[in-house]
T-cell receptor, first 114, second 110 residues
Framework: KAGVTQTPRYLIKTRGQQVTLSCSPI?????VSWYQQTPGQGLQFLFE???????NKGNFPGRFSGRQFSNSRSEMNVSTLELGDSALYLC?????????????FGQGTRLTVV | AQSVTQLDSQVPVFEEAPVELRCNYS??????LFWYVQYPNQGLQLLLK??????LVESINGFEAEFNKSQTSFHLRKPSVHISDTAEYFC????????FGTGTRLTVIP
């Protein structure tokens, strides 16, 4: 069974640009969550999608958005990039999400904003 | 509110020595607790989890953690570490989404 796939693995963007990151969950998983990992703030929850609907949202500005398609694949978009958006972005998938469900993580997309 | 505190940011230990990585949580509701491991340039891998039942949980590679409700702790232990255990370890609680601690970098010294 293939794991969670995130593309691209590495990305360099300029301040002010926008970026789209992609996540393909494990087959059969309907919940996809996104996390931002930085040395200063650690791992922070961005949002969760389940059955194409955003079910939960962290405390990030509106420049961060996402969506989920009918095949459960998810994309995350960051507009008007800032230097502080440089981070490792991790996607996690699970069967149904929720309290007891195990989350499986992808290898992440490392975004560098210059 | 939920939070997770990992008391040690870095833990160096000699190969074959025991190790304990500390994790304390605070929560106003029942918790489900997890330990994840992150190797360099990789995502997170689930090491073990406590959902209910026995307070001692074990992983396949020799790690174990004990849920202690009275001390609100979920410390991770291994009786004898290997070089390949060098990684960053994250404790997490969940209330739908995961809340992570700041991580403990375990370095195993040959």
């Amino acid at each position: 069974k293939a794991g969670v796939t995130q593309t691209p693995r590495y990305l360099i963007k300029t301040r002010g640009q926008q970026v789209t990151l992609s996540c393909s969950p494990i087959s059969g998983h309907r919940s996809v969550s996104w996390y931002q990992q930085t040395p200063g703030q650690g791992l922070q929850f961005l949002f969760e999608y389940f059955s194409e609907t955003q079910r939960n949202k962290g405390n990030f500005p509106g420049r961060f958005s996402g969506r989920q398609f009918s095949n459960s694949r998810s994309e995350m978009n960051v507009s008007t990039l800032e230097l502080g958006d440089s981070a490792l972005y991790l996607c996690a998938s699970s069967l149904e999400g929720g309290l007891r469900t195990e989350a499986f993580f992808g290898q992440g997309t490392r975004l560098t904003v210059v | 509110a939920q939070s997770v505190t990992q008391l040690d940011s870095q833990v160096p230990v000699f190969e074959e020595a025991p190790v304990e990585l500390r994790c304390n949580y605070s929560s106003s509701v029942s918790v489900y607790l997890f330990w994840y491991v992150q190797y360099p340039n990789q995502g997170l891998q689930l090491l073990l989890k406590y959902l209910s039942g026995s307070t001692l949980v074990e992983s396949i590679n020799g790690f174990e953690a004990e849920f202690n409700k009275s001390q609100t702790s979920f410390h991770l232990r291994k009786p004898s570490v290997h070089i390949s255990d060098t990684a960053e370890y994250f404790c997490a609680v969940t209330l739908g989404n995961l809340f992570f601690g700041t991580g403990t970098r375990l370095t195993v010294i040959p």
